[in-house]
């Protein structure tokens, strides 16, 4: 059984050791520790030098901080491994994992359409966005999707990171919006409204972190959420006779 080394433990994290733990050997380091709610989802604490030596390297940090733990990571990656990002923007992990992986490293960018919340009911019908940018192996990370039930889609880094202006961006900027509202609900509500409630259930919970890496890190991001407001904006000066 292959190896593989989860660097970070967050939320997307334990997602990930849950459905992998029975395909592969999985280690798992975290920057907080958490050793023992590590242990206590029956998986392996390593440190980050033996996570990062794994067969199969899944850096799961928060974007912010993923430069600095790639390039350590770099002199420890076995040759022929394969280091695979789970971030929410693809063209700047992208870069760095080319920049600082050697030559022999496959480079698998991902980025799966779900999370927690999201994936309570199952993968089965969930998207994983894979863009290839070293070696054949994201057919392989394809077909692991797969057989999980996930739908893999392979793209390129800057047409995700176009796609995701308007399919996240926007996206989680009206939800984190509306629920800072903390709008109600409503016994008189339309199912137009109830997928506004379910919106807020579904991103209310997302950190801060990911909605900052998601507006500020994705080069398309900030004239698509301009828009919305100055339309949105320009709609209520219109109807006011501002």
Excluded at 78 to 97: C, E, F, N, Y
Excluded at 160 to 172: F, G, I, K, N, S
């Amino acid at each position: 059984m292959k190896s593989l080394g989860l660097i970070g433990f967050g939320q997307f994290g334990r997602l990930a050791a849950t459905h992998l733990a029975d395909r592969f050997a999985v280690g798992v380091y975290d920057a907080a520790g958490r050793e023992d709610e590590i242990a206590a989802c029956g998986l392996k604490p390593v440190s980050f030098d033996d996570a990062a030596a794994s067969d199969v390297v899944v850096i799961a940090v928060p974007v912010q901080v993923m430069e600095g733990v790639i390039a350590r990571a770099a002199p420890l990656v076995r040759p022929g491994a394969t280091v695979i990002d789970v971030a929410s923007v693809k063209m700047l992990p992208s870069q760095w994992l080319a920049h600082y992986l050697p030559e022999n490293v496959h480079i698998v960018p991902t980025h799966p359409l779900f999370g927690p919340q999201s994936a309570a009911r199952g993968l089965a019908g969930r998207q994983l966005v894979i863009c290839p940018a070293r070696g054949d192996q994201h057919l392989k990370v394809a077909a692991l999707g797969e057989e999980l039930g996930l739908r893999a889609r392979i793209t390129t880094a800057e047409e995700h990171d176009r796609e995701m202006a308007y399919v996240q961006a926007l996206t989680h900027l009206i939800g984190r919006s509306l629920s800072g509202m903390n709008i109600p609900d409503e016994t008189l509500k339309t199912q137009t409204y109830q997928h506004l409630l379910d919106l807020c259930g579904l991103i209310g919970n997302d950190s801060f972190e990911l909605f900052t890496a998601i507006q500020s890190l994705n080069p398309y991001a900030r004239p698509i959420a301009d828009e919305f407001v100055a339309r949105a904006a320009g709609l209520l000066a219109e109807v006011r006779g501002d």
